[in-house]
């Protein structure tokens, strides 16, 4: 198997398992803040809604795009251009959203950098604590994952026609 | 009987770093750029100042920053009389404490050791390329610096300082510290170092170099 069949074979594994781990990434909570006695598990989207909630929409759109809508819509475009490798169709356009997509990316480790600060917190006594939470396993994963994946598909292989297995 | 005019130069073909379509080269006029016909990409550029001074200014403030970010913390949170100052590191340890060593290494190589590692490969090789010295390992620090460049997320965990003030803000109170303001110049760096970074300039001075 050449190099570049074992990046795509990478490369869609990789997304795969992106798209299953997304679902626990966002249904379990990735903390719990503790406010004098008050328990509040938070999913991700829980936390943009406590953000929202508070008065504070710009910051509660920029975890919105980052944490929520920058994962989904990468795995997306992501799975789409793995489906058109080795087709002709709209090569330049790819190109672009390939770059694009491995730009973006990385935003979505707001998230995850926000809960290590928060978290740092944790050890406050009892009137206020954070914990983390298996959601924030996930979205880790999903994270790494899809780092990964746009890392070995790499632009070039776009323009590769035909079967890359058999090159 | 006049001289015979000299002959043309032959084209150079270089080869187009996204998709590996031949490109023909041609001198550029400063701050011209030549693009791939077939992608689009942008293959060769001719900088205006032709220079890696900047460059490298950027980048060794950027690592004296990485020192003083690290070092300084980022905020102090205050709750019913418990004062807590944080570093960046603070975090990693809460997150290692309560069991989630994967995240906790993922904040740590993305928030510290890629940065370190991106800025500090990018400085060795400019030191090289505008002191003129062969140094060892200059390919390999060049590889390591293009391999590191997505995983230096300090302007991202600038955007999460912020965050994270907004929601301790809902626990009790949270201020600002100088670390905060290290974070941020640092990310600045670092963002104007990369797009300083002439790759052109660095690739002919390394080949002249070896």
Not at chain 1, 139 to 167: C, H, M, N
Not at chain 2, 104 to 123: E, N, R, Y
Request: with cysteine; aromatic share 8%; net charge positive.
């Amino acid at each position: 198997m050449t190099s570049d069949a074992r990046r795509l074979q990478t490369a869609r594994a990789l997304v795969v398992t992106g798209l299953i781990l997304y679902v626990p990434a966002n249904v379990l909570p990735v903390m719990t803040m503790t406010v004098v006695g008050d328990v509040e598990p938070l999913t991700v989207l829980g936390g943009v809604q406590e953000l929202y909630d508070s008065g504070l929409w710009p910051i509660a759109a920029i975890v919105f795009l980052a944490s929520i809508v920058v994962p989904f819509v990468k795995l997306a475009c992501l799975s789409w251009l793995l489906m058109l490798q080795g087709s002709t169709v709209l090569q330049r356009r790819r190109g672009a959203l390939l770059r694009v997509v491995h730009q973006v990316g990385s935003w979505s480790m707001v998230d995850v950098f926000l809960l290590s600060i928060l978290v740092a917190v944790g050890q406050l006594g009892a009137m206020a604590s954070v914990r983390a939470e298996p959601g924030a396993l996930f979205f880790a994963a999903v994270l790494v994952s899809t780092l990964f994946a746009s890392e070995s598909y790499k632009p070039r292989l776009i323009w590769q026609t035909g079967d890359p297995s058999s090159a | 009987m006049s001289p015979p005019s000299p002959a043309p130069e032959p084209p150079r073909w270089i080869s187009c770093p996204e998709c590996e379509a031949p490109c023909r080269d041609r001198e550029l006029p400063p701050g011209g750029a030549l693009r791939c016909r077939r992608c689009g990409v942008l293959v060769r550029k001719q900088s205006e100042t032709q220079s890696l001074q900047p460059a490298w200014a950027l980048t060794s403030a950027g690592l004296l920053l990485i020192v003083l970010a690290n070092v300084t913390p980022i905020l102090t949170f205050d709750v019913a009389g418990n004062t807590q100052s944080n570093l960046i590191v603070t975090g990693i340890f809460g997150l290692f404490r309560q069991g989630y060593w994967p995240v906790a290494l993922l904040v740590a190589f993305a928030g510290i050791v890629g940065p370190a590692l991106h800025l500090g490969s990018m400085w060795y090789v400019l030191a090289a390329c505008c002191l003129r010295q062969s140094w060892p390992g200059l390919r390999q620090a060049d590889h390591l610096a293009e391999r590191m460049e997505s995983w230096n997320l300090v302007p991202v965990y600038a955007v999460a300082t912020v965050v994270a003030v907004v929601k301790l803000d809902m626990l009790g109170t949270v201020s600002w510290q100088v670390g905060a303001l290290w974070v941020v110049i640092l990310s600045l760096c670092s963002l104007f170092a990369m797009q300083l970074f002439d790759r052109d300039l660095v690739n002919k001075r390394l080949e002249a170099l070896a």
